[in-house]
Structure formats: C-alpha cells, structure tokens
C-alpha cells in the first residue's frame, strides 16, 4: 500500500538536493569546527559560509544568527535570555503558541519568576492587538511578548510588523517562533521590530536536529548552553556540521523555489477544501482558513460519530498520515490545546492535513475517497 503523507506541518521529508549537500560532511570533511588544522578550518568554513546564505535570505546580520538544536531550544534560550539577561519580568504570550513557549512559560511562572498574562483571541483564532497594547500600557515591569507568526495547528499568521511595533512603543522584548514562516515565506528580519526569531530545518526540507536563532543585534544576552565558547561563545558545544550545511541548502532551496512551490501548495489547499465541502456537506474548518494563514495548513472538522472519533488511527490504517494537532508531544493524543482555545465543541473531531511540494491532487482525491468512508 503506497501511503500519502499528509503531515508536513510536523516534519517534511528531506530533499535529495540537502543530502547530497550534506554527505561530504559526514563523511571525507568530518572535522571539529574547533581544531585548528585542516579538518577543521574546512568544517569551520562550512558553518560560516552557512551562516553567511541564512543571514542573507532572512536579510539579518551574519552575527545575528546561531545555529541550535531545532526550534524549541532556540525558543527555550529565547526566552530564558531575556528574563535572565534582559529583565523582563511578565511574560505576554497566548493560550495558543507551541509547547516549546507555553511550558518554558509555565516553569518560569511556577518557579515565581516572571508573571505571565495570556492575550485574547477573536472566534478565528487571530490575536487581539488591542489587548495587547492595553496589557502592555499597564505593566510598570518590562515585559516579554511572545507571539508566533504562524500558528502550526490552524495556520493563523499574525502581523508581525504590527505587534513588533506595538512591542516597541512600550519598550517590551518582542520573540516571535516563525517556525512555520521560514522556508516558506520572504522574511525580512532587519525590517520587522523583533528581538529573536526561531527556525527549524525539518519544517522545509532540511534535517531534523537543526535549527536557528535569530537575535538582533541591538540586544546582548549570555549564554543559554555552557561548557565551550562555541556559536561565538553564545552555544557551548560541538556544531552539527552536516545539519547546518543541510540546513542553509534547504532554506536556498526553498527561497529560490518559493514563488513555484507556495502557489502549487496554495492550489492544494484550495482544492482540499472545494472537494471537501462537495463530498462532506457538515465539514467545518478551523482558524482564517481562507484569509490570513499558511498555505500549507489546513484544519478540517468533522462532526462526532463512533466511525470518526478514532479517525487518525483509521486514516493510518488506510495508510494516511495527518494529525490531531501539534506532533510535538511525543505521540501522547491529549487532544489540541489550540483548538479547545478557539472553539471547544465536545461533538466536532479536528484533524489537521498539511501540505508540501512533494504532495498531489490525486493524493487529495484518494483522501477525500477514503474520509467518505470513514464517515
């Protein structure tokens, strides 16, 4: 059974084009970074040169970028640098962002450190900019705002430049998690008010256990990982070489395909659902699905029956993969956070599908097919 992977929102597959990018670093250039013979200067030169392609494509700095793990460290070290280096005392986020910001949010809550206030969300799922800038008129502390720019379960996109503006007038921090924004949309970081911006390599293409963190260069922070100065002493530990050089050929790749491959995506979508709500009359979606949102996502409800209240594991049984929501909680199905925010109906069943270039509309058709079925 050929199976149809309809989760890109979780993890997309690697490109061809970033392995063989990225095999010469696993195997004759396998240097430390750190040494300072040839091996390593070739290692070392890769990084740089990297690091150099990712700051031109997000337009930052060079030394506005370090390379992580992945998104949640970088959101973790994000958020930890500017309550322990900044002095952000109260936190301003929503009920809606990632686990990597929420729990990193509640610990430092629990912990009495910071005080923490959640924004309010309009019936799509947008963020009330209103009440941000009411909350932030009314703190006599600094604040951190936390706010993502794509909302991974729903694909709701903030204005950035709107927030980061707002940020600014009452002197916040302001981080933004552009997981699901980069690789897939022109950032231009020097241009938008932000403190830090994440990324992660395995959202458009590249390897998993790589990621970035962006940090504007009018702020100074420490240390988030110690024991070795490098990262220009902001990352102890030896870089990931061939994650990184996968990395930076991935978002090449993405930028230099984006036009193509975000307007063949967006058809997907659109396609998904005009066959969705002509083969499935009481399908609802979830968030802007149709406004301001990613091309890549789609959340679809169905209405509660015995045959749809186990419809991921069916879908997988038909060799389908989606999911319920974020696939960041180590397969544990607690049902999404996102969507008990928006629109808590105990009778509807929310099922994700996200979208990569590798997708096709006959996949579309075999899903749609097969949801008839199972509903």
């Given at each position: 059974m050929k199976r149809i992977y309809l989760d890109n929102a979780a993890t997309t597959p690697l490109d061809p084009e970033v392995l063989e990018a990225m095999l010469p670093y696993l195997k004759e250039h396998f240097g430390n970074p750190s040494s300072i013979y040839s091996y390593g200067r070739e290692a070392r030169l890769a990084v740089e040169n990297a690091r150099k392609k990712v700051a031109s494509i997000l337009q930052a700095n060079p030394g506005e970028i370090f390379f992580t793990s992945g998104g949640t460290e970088s959101d973790n070290m994000a958020i930890f640098s500017a309550v322990h280096d900044l002095g952000?005392?109260?936190i301003i986020?929503?009920?809606?962002e990632h686990h990597a910001v929420l729990h990193t949010v509640e610990f430092l809550d629990k912990k009495d450190i910071v005080t923490v206030s959640y924004v309010k969300l309009f019936s799509?799922?947008?963020v009330d900019l209103e009440d941000l800038e009411k909350q932030l008129a009314g703190r006599k502390e600094r604040c951190l705002v936390s706010l993502m720019h794509a909302n991974n379960e729903i694909g709701n996109l903030l204005d950035i430049y709107e927030a980061g503006e707002i940020c600014k007038k009452y002197n916040a921090i302001f981080h933004s998690d552009t997981v699901q924004t980069v690789g897939h949309y022109k950032l231009n970081l020097r241009s938008k008010p932000l403190h830090f911006a994440?990324?992660?390599a395995h959202k458009f293409h590249g390897p998993k256990g790589v990621?970035?963190?962006y940090i504007n260069d009018k702020i100074k922070v420490n240390p988030f990982i110690h024991g070795g100065g490098q990262e220009r002493n902001m990352r102890a530990g030896t870089e990931n070489v061939s994650g990184i050089v996968?990395?930076?050929k991935a978002l090449e790749l993405a930028d230099t395909h984006l036009e193509k491959d975000s307007a063949y995506i967006r058809s997907l979508k659109k396609y998904m659902i005009e066959q969705l709500r002509a083969h499935l009359p009481d399908v609802q979606f979830n968030g802007d699905y149709e406004g301001n949102s990613l091309y890549t996502v789609l959340n679809?409800?169905?209405?509660?029956?015995e045959k749809s209240e186990m419809i991921l594991f069916n879908l997988d049984m038909e060799g389908i993969c989606a999911s319920g929501g974020s696939a960041c909680s180590s397969g544990a199905d607690v049902g999404s956070h996102v969507i008990r925010s928006i629109n808590n109906n105990p009778n509807r069943v929310p099922v994700?599908?996200?979208?990569?270039?590798m997708n096709t509309r006959e996949e579309i058709d075999v899903v749609v097919q097969k949801l008839k079925k199972l509903i």
């Open positions: 952000c005392r109260h986020t929503s009920p809606i799509d799922g947008h994440t990324a992660s990621g970035m963190l996968g990395f930076a679809v409800s169905f209405p509660k029956t994700r599908f996200s979208f990569s270039k």
